[in-house]
């Protein structure tokens, strides 16, 4: 009964885990790395780095996952009646919340969540394969050291001495392009760049059964993209019931309304409308098959992203002139419904958030984030530039 009582005054409890060693959290194996690579213990940064990022890895895997089965799970009968309507609203989150605590307890068991906020930019923005690339390289693993700048590149594509890095190994160490992977890509990276291929050779069959599956994978990346942006929140304030909620929520839907650009990351080239495209390869494909109706839902779902796209306005002017076909074929798909209209929301959320909460100097009200307490290392001051003229150019 005091466990409860506590959780739900605070609506906070940090408890995570580890897969082995609750002590061994990637923030300080992150930072054993770092003192290993400092000190060229080459082996025990290479040691160190993949520990932290398979732990990395683990814990958001478990947090996120905890999140999305919390959000789809059915709860037992209500507590409180139909007609309450805020009542029901706060037993649902109260239940949710619940369920997230058990589903955290039984997989993270006992180590503690907060993070130094420089540590998680690092991992966000790849930075621990900037150290792994120059730690292979060291210990003479060549086709890993490439692989880890091409996947620091990917994220970070202006970083000019990585370019030069990655250079050297194919140009100067001989390193074969194919076996050249990014580290982090998501399973529809891969799916989408097949089903492209495959439309290329006109492989029509291949091109439906790539993009379908690329669909799938890319909305539960963005599904899981979006679980990753409802974390703890430090307000730096005092603000009363509602405003606490509102404030916290606006922080939360300014990060899910990233996840989009983040994902828009094909190894590196952003495709800015990579998810209606996988309507267009699909609309032309299954007309290929000679599956209008596939088609025609498919051309609808583009136009819901892009409605004055001249070229899939004529491909469905064309698609009227076949026979059998009118306009009530040209239904939009399910997922793609769902998530124009999340969007068209949202948008518009944020913008009278934009538009209203100026008061008087013109700015607006917002938290800036929470502000963790920092490690005693500062990793975002620690140089990573010892490879020697004579060798492979430094990373910054």
């Known amino acids: 009964m ?18 082995a060693d609750p002590a061994n959290t990637y923030d300080i ?10 000190n060229e213990q080459w082996d025990e940064c290479v040691t160190r780095m993949n520990e932290a990022i398979e732990d990395y890895h683990f814990y ?27 009542m029901k609203l706060w037993e649902k989150m109260i239940k949710k919340t619940l369920c997230l605590l058990k589903c955290k307890k039984e997989i993270l068991k006992n180590r503690a969540e907060l993070v130094d906020r420089k540590v998680e930019a690092d991992f966000d923005t ?17 086709v890993k050291a490439a692989s880890c700048a091409y996947t620091f590149l990917t994220m970070n594509t202006n970083h000019s001495v990585m370019k030069e890095n990655l250079r050297f190994f194919i140009n100067e160490l001989k390193v074969d392009p194919n076996y050249i992977i990014n ?7 891969d799916m989408y760049l097949r089903g492209s291929e495959a439309y290329k050779k006109k492989d029509y069959d291949r091109t439906t059964n790539y993009m379908e599956l690329s669909l799938v994978e890319y909305l539960q990346a963005e599904e899981e993209c979006r679980a990753h942006c409802e974390g703890p929140f430090d307000q730096g304030w005092f603000p009363d019931f509602i405003s606490s909620i509102s404030n916290h929520y606006t922080f939360t839907l300014r990060c899910k309304r990233r996840c989009a650009k983040k994902l828009q990351n094909l190894n590196g080239e952003i ?21 209008i109706e596939k088609a025609c839902q498919a051309a609808a779902s583009y136009l819901l992203f892009f409605p004055n796209d001249e070229t899939m306005i004529d491909n469905k002017n064309f698609y009227m002139t076949l026979g059998n076909v009118n306009e009530s ?16 929301g949202e948008k518009a959320l944020l913008q ?45």
């Open 126 to 142: 790849l930075k621990p394969y900037d150290y792994l690339q120059l730690c292979y390289f060291k210990t003479n693993d060549n």
């Open 329 to 344: 074929m040209f239904v939009p798909r399910a997922e793609a419904l769902h998530y124009h209209e999340r969007e068209l």
């Open 183 to 189: 580290l982090e890509a998501k399973p529809y990276v």
């Open 352 to 396: 009278f958030i934009e538009d209203s909460f100026q008061f008087d100097e013109g700015e607006i009200l917002e938290a800036t984030g929470p502000d963790f307490v920092s490690s005693n290392m500062d990793l975002a001051a620690v140089p990573t530039d010892l490879i020697t003229e004579n060798e492979i150019p430094g990373s910054t």
């Open 29 to 38: 194996l992150y930072s054993q790395a770092v003192e290993a690579y400092l």
């Open 271 to 291: 495709h800015d409308d990579l998810l209606p495209s996988h309507y267009h390869y699909l609309q032309f494909a299954y007309f290929k098959l000679g599956n």
């Open 2 to 19: 005091l466990f409860k009582v506590c959780f739900l005054s605070l609506l906070v409890y940090f408890c995570s885990a580890t897969k």
């Open 60 to 86: 958001k895997d478990a947090v996120v996952g905890c999140r999305l089965e919390c959000i789809k799970a059915s709860f037992e009968k209500p507590l409180v009646s139909p007609q309450l309507e805020d």
